[in-house]
């Protein structure tokens, strides 16, 4: 991938995707820090060849399944002990509009 | 900083005469003032009264001779890095934007170290969401107890900076993604030990890689952090990753080790000096080998970071102001607005610097170059480990590069250069393999960390090996 230009549009970019608003400083800061690790450490894997199979866990992890058995919840009141009580209306979480 | 005797020596004289955790738990909870007083931040979150709420309950337990009693931690103060949650104790990882979050539940290390008999002392303090290598990149930056001016290491700095710091009887759990108890051990000069990936139940841990991320011990020495890692190992049912394997500190015979050359080269002429010296003394009890480790030394630290921060990137996903944490008002605010408001202004430059690597190394046309690509170059570095293992017990190289930095110079190192500091701790760390930092001996008047690794799963030889070492 060494043909990537890491400058401040993709940095912006990808910064939005991840939901975070830089500021131009941050921007100024941030870019060649970045360039620096994606050129010279990440692009580093180019130079291997890699057929293996990807390991997902460094050792093999078993998918174990367990019964359906409904447990008992939270208490009501522990759900909210660590919301704000500006963003609770009764028994909701409130959160930011989405339309 | 001169206690020899044993958190185990410590256990059996506290079920006979209970004043023994009275004092031990008093001389704790002093050097915690005493540290805060003179600002050497190791300490996150200490709460008196639950500490002395804990003691009462213990005390009973003296009295019934119950199972707390019987445990391998009665009356041990343990602390707990700020990334593992402790009911009803601000559990933040070090980290702005969980500001006054207080976990509903213990981490499953927790309730184990309870059920052991342990006393729960104190959060300790670390990078934000374990993203570094000297415990620099939070508000508290702990100071190293040999010398002020230098770091403690990271991220489990404060673990392994209250270990070094406090005479008492005291043990510390810490994590592990890529070094983050080894290099802190090394830097403090205490014993670190980081278990195969999955013995440890990560259940409760405030994730930053879930591939890589391991909760392990940090003591004085093998003893002590074998005791831990026996008390906080065993299978969990609430972690899917869990193993079903546990740990005994039993020893094994150990024949062949061997020293990864690689890992020598850039290391710092005095570290290779003191850690040389300490590997020739060994060979009166070993056939001690040489290795190379080509690929792991050049393309590991690539691999770690495209995983780590990857999957960084996908933790912090959920950190956005609702529910717990941090939190504003959100009346007139579409949802990007408050969760990139929040975002923005809680988390720090090293958290931002690598959610946006983690985030562009996963973007649609990327991923297979990078993230899918380090996980198969990760499987080609622990085959080259396991090949090395066929013929050897044990690998050992220095834990890190050099001694603990000066603040002043940490400053300097660009991020890049920074993350280049984890090159002998992360090939062990993304193959998820068992290691142990002890102390080699001493460069000046600081610490000098010797690193030995082991096979999966095969925590004895590390015990056993140590010992010797130590």
Do not use: W
Not at chain 2, 10 to 39: G, P, T, Y
């Amino acid at each position: 991938m060494s043909d990537i230009a890491v400058d401040k549009d993709l940095i912006r970019r990808v910064a939005k995707n991840a939901r975070l608003s830089l500021t131009e400083e941050e921007l100024e800061k941030f870019v060649p820090q970045i360039k620096e690790v994606v050129l010279d450490s990440f692009n580093k894997l180019d130079e291997i060849d890699a057929k293996e199979e990807p390991s997902f866990q460094p050792v093999v992890v078993k998918n174990r399944f367990r019964k359906d058995v409904p447990k008992k919840s939270l208490e009501l009141e522990d759900v909210f002990k660590n919301a704000s009580p500006k963003l609770r209306e009764n028994n909701y979480f409130k959160g930011p509009k989405v339309l | 900083m001169g206690r020899d005797e044993t958190i185990n020596f410590f256990v059996q004289k506290a079920r006979n005469d209970f004043s023994v955790v009275e004092e031990n738990l008093a001389k704790a909870i002093n050097d915690i003032k005493v540290s805060q007083q003179k600002k050497l931040n190791y300490i996150e979150e200490f709460d008196a009264k639950d500490v002395l709420l804990q003691f009462a309950e213990l005390k009973k337990s003296f009295s019934a001779k119950d199972a707390k009693y019987n445990g391998k931690l009665f009356g041990v103060p343990v602390t707990i890095k700020d990334a593992i949650c402790v009911k009803g104790i601000e559990s933040k990882a070090g980290s702005k934007i969980l500001r006054g979050y207080k976990p509903l539940f213990d981490a499953t290390v927790v309730a184990k170290a309870r059920a052991e008999g342990a006393i729960i002392l104190a959060k300790t303090t670390q990078d934000e969401f374990g993203f570094g290598t000297f415990s620099t990149n939070t508000a508290l930056v702990p100071k190293n107890p040999f010398d002020n001016s230098r770091s403690c290491g990271g991220s489990s700095g404060g673990a392994a900076g209250f270990t070094a710091y406090t005479n008492a009887f005291h043990v510390a759990i810490g994590e592990s993604t890529g070094g983050s108890i080894a290099a802190p051990a090394s830097f403090c000069g205490c014993t670190g030990f980081t278990p195969t990936y999955g013995l440890v139940s990560r259940f409760g841990l405030i994730d930053y890689a879930n591939s890589l991320d391991k909760i392990g011990a940090i003591g004085r020495n093998i003893h002590d952090s074998s005791l831990l890692l026996e008390s906080i190992s065993g299978y969990d049912r609430n972690d899917s990753t869990s193993l079903e394997n546990g740990f005994e500190a039993e020893e094994v015979p150990i024949k062949k080790i061997a020293v990864v050359k690689d890992f020598f080269e850039n290391c710092d002429s005095e570290v290779k000096k003191v850690v040389q010296k300490k590997i020739d003394s060994l060979r009166n009890f070993f056939e001690v080998n040489e290795v190379s480790l080509p690929l792991n030394a050049k393309y590991a630290l690539s691999a770690y970071y495209i995983i780590a921060t990857s999957e960084a990137s996908t933790n912090l996903a959920k950190l956005s102001g609702l529910r717990y944490g941090v939190q504003g008002l959100v009346e007139g605010k579409h949802f990007d607005e408050y969760f990139s408001e929040i975002r923005s202004q809680n988390f720090g430059d090293e958290a931002k610097r690598r959610i946006i690597l983690g985030t562009f190394a996963r973007m649609s046309g990327f991923r297979d170059a990078y993230y899918l690509k380090a996980m198969r170059v990760r499987t080609k570095l622990i085959n080259e480990f396991n090949l090395a293992f066929k013929e050897n017990d044990l690998l050992i190289f220095p834990t890190m590069p050099i001694v603990a930095p000066k603040f002043e110079d940490i400053e300097k190192l660009s991020p890049l250069q920074n993350y280049a500091m984890d090159l002998c701790t992360v090939p062990a760390n993304l193959a998820g393999l068992p290691h142990v930092s002890c102390t080699a001996g001493t460069a000046g008047t600081m610490p000098v960390g010797l690193m030995m690794v082991a096979p999966h799963l095969q925590e004895k030889k590390l015990y056993s090996f140590a010992k010797v070492v130590e």
